[in-house]
């Protein structure tokens, strides 16, 4: 199993230090510490969800407005578009990751999954995003599935789009079913990492009939279809 990359986790603590305010910070430190107070004691998980349902209230209303060298800065701690993160995003991959540190390897699904279940929609969206930073990424792809179905436009985004989990991990049916849902709910094909690559005869049929029908209800069809109809054809 993958151990959490501390390195990665301090540059986004940095960053996060940064923008957030003094007090804010502070309860993040402190709360950091309880998650593990000590070799001998289980990892604290009522305080960890307590920290994470926090953070938004925390930092809320704080902009994480990024210099250009601190997005290259998260872009190399492996956050793949940060200029879409929010100060709270960033804040709960810090707590996930930290989660992930001190919680037995067995237990890093179930709490991911806990976190998603009783969270708001902030919370997420936050652990969508999180998700390819956390260690043994693959072992989250039935949560992120699940994500899939959400009605939420911001839930469904935080997987969907500027998020490189789905084009690395998700099966083929999976991704093509992704790559159809963003055409319908209207978010930009260029938003979806790795599509290109992920394209295949299934979903080009796919894409195709979906074109066919809005023509036959007399709607719009999204430009961006023929761009997967032609990522298919040969050169």
């Known amino acids: 199993m993958d151990a959490v990359d501390r390195t990665r986790a301090r ?30 004691l289980p990892f604290g998980r009522g305080a960890f969800f307590g920290l994470y349902a926090g953070a938004g209230r925390r930092l809320r209303g704080v902009s994480l407005e990024l210099s250009a060298a601190e997005c290259a800065r998260l872009a190399s701690a492996g956050i793949a578009r940060p200029e879409v ?63 899939c179905r959400t009605h939420v436009l911001d839930v469904f985004a935080a997987i969907a789009c500027d998020n490189p989990f789905p084009a690395a991990h998700f099966p083929e049916l999976n ?44 709607r719009s069809v999204p430009e961006d279809i023929a761009l997967i109809q032609a990522a298919e054809e040969p050169p």
């Open 11 to 40: 540059e986004w603590l940095a960053v996060l230090q940064a923008h957030a305010a003094p007090d804010a910070h502070l309860w993040l430190s402190r709360g950091l510490s309880q998650l593990a107070p000590g070799e001998a």
């Open 175 to 218: 991704f093509n079913q992704l790559v159809v849902k963003t055409l319908f709910v209207e978010l930009p094909l260029s938003r979806v990492i790795g599509w290109r690559d992920r394209t295949n005869t299934e979903l080009v049929r796919m894409a195709t009939d979906y074109a066919a029908e809005r023509r036959a209800a007399g």
């Open 85 to 147: 993160w929010s100060l709270p995003d960033l804040a709960r991959a810090v707590l996930l990751a930290s989660a992930c540190d001190v919680a037995p390897a067995a237990d890093h699904v179930s709490i991911a999954t806990e976190a998603f279940r009783r969270g708001d929609n902030g919370e997420r969206v936050g652990l969508l995003r999180s998700l390819p930073l956390l260690p043994g990424t693959e072992r989250f792809t039935p949560l992120a599935i699940e994500a």
